[in-house]
Nanobody, 122 residues
Framework: QVQLVESGGGLVQPGGSLRLSCAAS????????MGWYRQAPGKQRELVAY???????NYADSVKGRFTISRDNAKNTMYLQMNSLKPEDMAVYYC????????????????WGQGTQVTVSS
């Protein structure tokens, strides 16, 4: 079955940490660039970070220095380590299997996970 399954969300206090996981099945994980998106209530879905099939990474300015994206091709899994969480990080986080365009920018594919809720509150 072709799917992406996120896990690891939850409730955390401001300044805390969470690690999200995205487990892939039914695809050749190692050839995909992978991205983490988030969507807060009333806002558009935004790209938080992506990692290319070669392992290069890129982050939104709002999370640089706090979030780290990584992947383990042997486990068909991508991760997002989130540190120093802020209330504005609160959202549903989604993983996506995509690719890069000719300019090296991430292009989302059609395969999405179901999302995992991250709540940052004291």
């Amino acid at each position: 079955q072709v799917q992406l399954v996120e896990s690891g969300g939850g409730l955390v206090q401001p300044g805390g940490s969470l690690r999200l996981s995205c487990a892939a099945s039914g695809i050749i994980f190692s050839v995909y660039s992978m991205g983490w998106y988030r969507q807060a209530p009333g806002k558009q879905r935004e790209l938080v970070a992506y990692i290319t099939y070669r392992g290069s990474t890129n982050y939104a300015d709002s999370v640089k220095g706090r979030f780290t994206i990584s992947r383990d091709n042997a486990k068909n899994t991508m991760y997002l380590q989130m540190n120093s969480l802020k209330p504005e990080d609160m959202a549903v986080y989604y993983c996506n299997a995509g690719q890069q365009d000719g300019g090296g920018l991430y292009v989302a594919g059609n395969l999405w996970g179901q999302g995992t809720q991250v709540t940052v509150s004291s």
